[in-house]
């Protein structure tokens, strides 16, 4: 490689040799030192004694390439493959003839079950923690659904076995479903995908994640963080049927329903029609049973009021009353006859005092009433001579002339 000694920087007029940039790139990248990652191999290619292959992140889509000289592959422990889950002492290495960027690594180890079961309960107690475990945060599931949502591998068991049983209790549920890859390094991804995508849809009334089983490792993206909030943030019921008894994932322990199979999912979410029926029937007959008893009593009570005396005979009533109101008749008139005598007194008196008053009485004592032009005469000079004048006596009255006044005998 030719050698350069320039150190002034890069202009239009003074370009650098791209042989001096690539070396420049180079000598920054040798003063990096090195780094433990993890990561899962994607491929692992052995060729001369050297190995090339890609190391993937294992929750985000970043890959990088990695070569194993073969002076490091003969003093690593173990046999590596594609899909293994691996710790690796990698180091920059920047190859300037061809302008590419490896790691090269230095050292590989497989990550051992005791790391991945330390880790899963890291991340086990901090999901508790967080009350994604609690029971109140369960929903219940529907009583009928009418659409499912199942997300599992295409052309799987385990989806065969939710439809079968699940169409056999009942045939008009309907299902909707979204293939996933239910293992592997894209498992964890299509799945939380899948959920979101069924969480999103109005009319899907429960979610069934199902898988038939496997391996611990071939379970975990069913305990991939991302995965285990997603299934615990979403709206619609969530079942977990991914069938391991013994190392249950962490998607058993947020699902609203953790069931042990697939097919124990289709008997949880999906009621029985034969049952049902049976049931139905069942709650009818206690029905007529309790309102034929409760009719029953009614009537029993019913006769044993009609048969008590007081409704037995009906006429002890009027009887019983016949007495006192002949009573009550007999002072009624004898209270009114002595109403009326007191008012026959009462009149006799008001008209003797009327006839007393009266002017009838005077004129019957031989007295007259003088009126002239229809008013009583009192003095002499209302009735000048010839004024015409009605004199009232006390059997009718007389028509008459003033002849003039005369003086009172007694006057002076």
């Known amino acids: 490689m030719a050698a350069f000694t320039t150190e ?68 690593l422990d173990g046999d590596f493959t594609q899909g293994d889950r691996v710790i690796a002492a990698v180091k920059p290495d ?52 009418h659409l499912i949502g199942l997300v599992t591998g295409k052309d799987s068991d385990a989806e065969k076995d939710v439809k079968k049983n699940a169409l056999l209790r009942w045939p008009a549920v309907q299902f909707r479903t979204v293939y996933a890859a239910v293992q592997g390094e894209r498992s964890a991804a299509e799945v939380t995908a ?64 953790r069931a042990s199979t697939p097919t124990d999912a289709a008997k949880r979410v999906v009621p029985d029609v034969a049952e049902e029926l049976v049931r139905v029937q069942q709650a009818r007959t206690r029905m007529q049973q309790r309102i034929t008893h409760q009719i029953s009593i009614e009537i029993d009570r019913i006769a044993q009021l009609r048969s008590r005396p007081a409704l037995a005979t009906t006429s002890w009533i009027v009887d019983t009353r016949a007495e006192e109101i002949t009573r009550y008749v007999a002072r009624g008139a004898e209270l009114a006859e002595r109403t009326v005598e007191r008012a026959e007194t009462s009149v006799r008196e008001l008209a003797a005092r009327l006839r007393t008053l009266s002017p009838q009485s005077t004129l019957d004592r031989g007295y007259a009433i003088v009126q002239a032009g229809g008013h ?33 005998p007694d006057a002076g």
């Open 8 to 75: 002034a920087p890069p202009t239009l007029e003074a370009p650098w040799p791209v042989a001096l940039l690539a070396t420049k790139i180079k000598q920054y990248v040798d003063r990096l030192g090195t780094a433990w990652v993890e990561g899962e191999l994607t491929q692992w290619n052995v060729r001369g004694g050297n190995v090339y292959g890609k190391l993937k992140d294992l929750e985000l889509d970043v890959t990088v390439s990695i070569n194993v000289w073969s002076s490091v592959a003969s003093r």
């Open 94 to 145: 920047y190859w300037v003839k061809g302008g590419t960027l490896s790691m090269q690594v230095y050292d590989l180890r497989h990550v051992g079950l005791g790391d991945l079961l330390e880790r899963l309960e890291r991340l086990k107690r901090q999901l508790a923690s967080e009350g994604l475990f609690d029971v109140s945060r369960k929903q219940p599931l529907p009583f009928l659904p």
């Open 376 to 408: 009583v005469v009192k003095q002499t000079d209302a009735a000048p001579h010839g004024t015409p004048l009605v004199i009232t006596l006390a059997d009718g009255s007389l028509d008459a002339v003033s002849a003039g006044a005369h003086p009172r």
């Open 194 to 257: 899948a959920i979101r995508q069924l969480d999103d849809d109005p009319e899907v009334d429960v979610i069934i994640v199902a898988r038939g089983g496997g391996d611990f490792q071939n379970l975990l993206p069913f305990s991939d963080e991302t995965l285990v909030r997603t299934a615990a943030a979403t709206r619609t019921p969530l079942v977990s049927a991914i069938g391991h008894e013994n190392d249950r994932p962490l998607l058993d322990e947020v699902a609203d329903l």
